[in-house]
């Protein structure tokens, strides 16, 4: 059975690649944001892990109001990014993963989970800004992404009860499968932050320090919230907090988990932006 | 008991993440039949067309020789074949007789013997 | 408990407000390729009529009215698109909604953070 | 209060096109098919739905597996047919019906169903087919559709008990739409046929007539199948009859069975109409 070391939860804004490609980092603006990485790449680093399952939100690249999924997965050998319009570099493309893509589809499907199966899917900052932090440089070439799409653009999202009854469904199927893959899920976005409506700007530091607390050992308070209540206490964009709940569900029965860093800084662009690391037994 | 788990019919090719996959380059071909530029642009030279969408040899021959079967092997999807099918003025019954080995009026009569219930 | 219409300042993207804002937006997702954005540039009148954007849209976008773009459905996500023509970033965006300077919009994200 | 008044069940291939296209309706090889339809067009024409909420799957125009949905569900306010391919002509727009769409999807997703919602969508011939053997020469323009796409295509599929599921929150959704609008759900597609394989052209009239009784009187005993019973029982592109159930599932309560007519083959297909009027 495939083992599932840890979650990771960070955040994605663009504005992190964009820092990187000028190599702002140490940059007083930056620094302490950046500070806090280093301890979670080490984790990654003698870990080794084989594949990354990472939880996040399209912003209009690849999904389109035409057609958008409520849940999406990629089932890919290889996911490219583009152009998004608004001039952050495109990075090389993300390794997939089609065994255990396909093998979380099929344990979804028959747990009432109604995905949307992408053969092709392009990813966007959502994705590739979290793996450009653990592996600088865009040294993330030997290790296979699951790309997992979760709307939080257009109302009705999925609930946050529901996200963390998804990711454990997937966590579920990861133990189910029979090879001896060793797996990393992330949780990408948040924490509260507010782009839209003369609103915009609005930070709840307190909230999110209490979600960073909870999700360690007591999810369930998070899961109990609405959108509606996200989008009130942590912004239009706070409803993100769900990647984070997947993220958590994942590692549901998995037993005790090990907080083994934490830090939150804000404002980093318009959000306040949390990183955390969960060690299942699994870890070395 | 209702389950997904992987069972397997005599004659039939069950369409799944696997074979999905496999035929992806050939059911892309097939996806682009929508449009009458690309049925022309197929006709009028099949072999740069398959060639196009990267499909494998296998795949390529077995478009040459409209091998319904072999492209069902290859992971094409019947949805997908079925614009091939169209653009080669096929239709479903001619596809039948194809696949099973039967004129068209023989898959007919056994079509129309199921109708009636006799299996 | 918070609902639709509670939260003062906030836009909720929902089906109504997605299906008034959809011409727009499929606008605004156009501009991830270069040579669309390079034909807005070239022509804005011709591109907004291109994608049948409604009169309240196109005045909005006219006017470079972020909270009328936002109010006539326009999703943020896809609205960033088109602040990135314009050379705007998120602080930018956020200064021309609350009615702030960019640099009084930065100092109130920072206050947000001594709490 | 909206309410859902009747359920129909009806096949949805293309061959049908062509057979209408050609008016080909009274010759000896369509005839039994095609009577089957009056009954059905005269109730529909008495009671005049406002809606009608329409299961089918789609055939490769819309959707790729690129990006394969499990249950897509339109929220536009037209839908359009365009060329599939294969030479069935294309028809002209439907008219959607975008509020009670987003009640739907609004309660859906609350529900716990992770809809893909589409504010543009081509619909194919499962969808096309059934409208226009409804109201013949294209005459639908007057009727709002609800489109709803189940994927019947690549495995993994939603198993009968997940589509029934699916059914009855719409049928709740619809019932707690505060407008006065009477809507009509039709389950498209089916009944038993194969297409694909060397097992093709098979058809099993003995198991479609069980479906279209437990239809009526007992649709949970159908969730007892998975999607591969349904493959052995019913051939290949037998999974289609889950758009009969969640059609059926989208009428709660009890039904009363007001027509059927069965009738196999019509092109590689086992045939089976059916009205249900919601008690």
């Given at each position: 059975m ?18 990187m ?22 984790w ?22 035409d057609?958008?999924?409520?849940f999406a ?13 608004w ?16 093998h ?6 028959e ?30 070439g ?52 507010q ?38 206490k ?21 037993g ?29 | ?15 799944n ?82 696949q ?15 109708g009636?219930?006799?299996? | ?5 509670s ?38 009148e ?18 470079r ?51 | ?33 095609f009577?089957?339809?009056p ?16 299961f ?18 339109g ?20 008219t ?22 589409c ?7 499962g ?25 019947c ?11 029934l ?44 007539i ?20 349904l ?11 889950n ?14 069975e ?21 008690k």
């Open positions: 495939a083992n599932l070391l840890g979650g990771i939860a960070t955040s994605h804004i663009p504005a992190i690649g964009v820092a490609d000028k190599g702002l980092e140490e940059t007083p603006y930056w620094k302490d944001f950046f500070d806090a990485y280093p301890p979670v790449r080490d990654l680093y003698t870990q080794e892990p084989d594949i990354a399952i990472i939880f996040y939100n399209d912003h209009g690249l690849e999904f389109f109001h057609r958008k999924p409520t997965i990629g089932a890919s050998e290889l996911y490219e990014n583009a152009d998004e319009g001039g952050i570099a495109e990075i090389p493309p993300v390794t997939g993963e089609t065994e255990l893509s396909w979380i589809v099929n344990h979804l499907i747990h009432d989970f109604d995905i949307t199966v992408c053969q092709e899917m392009k990813v966007d900052h959502g994705l590739t800004v979290p793996l450009t932090l653990m592996w600088p440089g865009h040294k993330y030997h290790i296979k992404v699951i790309p997992v799409a979760i709307n939080c653009e257009r109302h009705p999202m999925p609930k946050p009860s529901r996200c963390y009854a998804f990711g454990q469904a997937i966590g579920d199927a990861v133990r189910s499968f029979a090879g001896d893959q060793k797996v990393v899920v992330m949780g990408t976005g948040g924490l509260s932050h782009l839209d409506g003369q609103r915009a700007g609005y930070i709840n530091k307190p909230f999110d320090l209490y979600c960073m607390d909870k999700i360690v050992n007591e999810p369930e308070l998070l899961t109990q919230f609405s959108n509606y209540e996200l989008v009130e942590a912004g239009a964009q706070g409803v993100e907090l769900n990647m984070w709940l997947a993220m958590r569900g994942a590692l549901e029965n998995e005790a988990l090990k907080e083994l860093h934490r830090s939150y800084h804000l404002p980093i662009s318009n959000t306040g932006a949390g990183l955390q690391l969960l060690a299942t037994d699994s870890a070395r | 008991m209702a389950t997904n788990e992987k069972r397997e019919f005599p004659g039939t090719y069950l369409f993440g696997e074979m999905a996959k496999k035929g992806y380059g050939l059911n892309k071909m097939c996806f682009s039949f929508n449009n009458q530029e690309a049925r022309d642009e197929f006709n009028a030279d099949p072999d740069a067309y398959c060639e196009k969408y990267k499909l494998t040899d296998v795949q390529k021959q077995a478009i040459k020789d409209k091998d319904i079967i072999a492209l069902l092997r290859e992971g094409g999807s019947i949805y997908y074949l079925a614009k091939f099918a169209g653009l080669l003025k096929l239709n479903m019954q001619d596809i039948g007789a194809l099973t080995g039967m004129s068209v009026d023989e898959f007919k009569a056994m079509l129309e013997k199921n009636r219930g006799e299996v | 408990m918070a609902s639709q219409d939260i003062p300042g906030t836009i909720m993207l929902d089906g109504p407000m997605a299906t008034k804002g959809y011409p727009l937006n499929k606008m605004c997702y156009s501009f991830n390729n270069a040579s669309a954005r390079d034909e807005f540039r070239a022509d804005e011709a591109y907004y009529e291109k994608f049948k954007l409604t009169e309240e849209q196109k005045q909005a976008m006219r006017q009215d972020v909270i009328g773009m936002l109010e006539a459905g326009g999703s943020i996500y896809y609205l960033a698109k088109f602040a990135g023509i314009l050379g705007l970033n998120v602080q930018d965006v956020g200064g021309l909604q609350t009615g702030m300077t960019t640099d009084e919009f930065k100092a109130f994200l920072v206050k947000q953070g001594e709490v | 209060m909206a309410k859902i008044i009747g359920g129909v069940t009806t096949s949805h291939i293309p061959a049908i096109a062509n057979a209408m296209a050609n008016g080909l309706e009274e010759t000896p090889y369509w005839k039994p098919f009577d089957g339809y009954p059905v067009r005269d109730w529909l024409n008495e009671q005049k739905p406002d809606v009608i909420i329409l089918y799957n789609d055939h490769g125009l819309e959707f790729f597996i690129d990006k394969k949905p499990t249950f897509a569900m929220v536009a306010d037209e839908y359009y047919n365009s060329d599939e391919g294969w030479g069935i002509p294309t028809i002209p727009p439907v959607g019906e975008s509020e009670l769409s987003w009640h739907i999807a609004n309660s859906l997703v609350e529900d716990g169903f992770d809809m893909t919602i504010q543009e969508m081509k619909v194919d011939h969808l096309t087919v059934p409208l226009n053997l409804m109201w013949p020469g294209h005459n639908y323009g007057h009727v709002k559709v609800i489109p709803v796409c189940i994927n295509e690549q495995h993994p599929m939603p198993q009968p008990k997940r589509t599921a699916l059914g009855q929150a719409i049928g709740r959704a619809v019932e707690s739409f505060e407008d006065d609008l009477k809507v009509v759900v039709f389950g498209t597609g089916g009944m038993s046929h194969q297409l694909d394989g060397e097992r093709a052209g098979f058809i099993n009239r003995a198991f479609d069980e479906c279209l009784d437990k239809l009526v009187s007992d649709p949970e005993s159908l969730t007892q199948y998975s999607n591969y019973d493959v052995e029982l019913g051939g290949a592109q037998a999974v289609e009859l758009m009969l159930i969640a059609m059926r599932g989208a009428l709660l309560g009890e039904v009363t007001l027509h059927r007519n069965y009738h196999a083959p019509i092109s590689n297909t086992g045939s089976g109409l059916m009205l249900l009027e919601n």
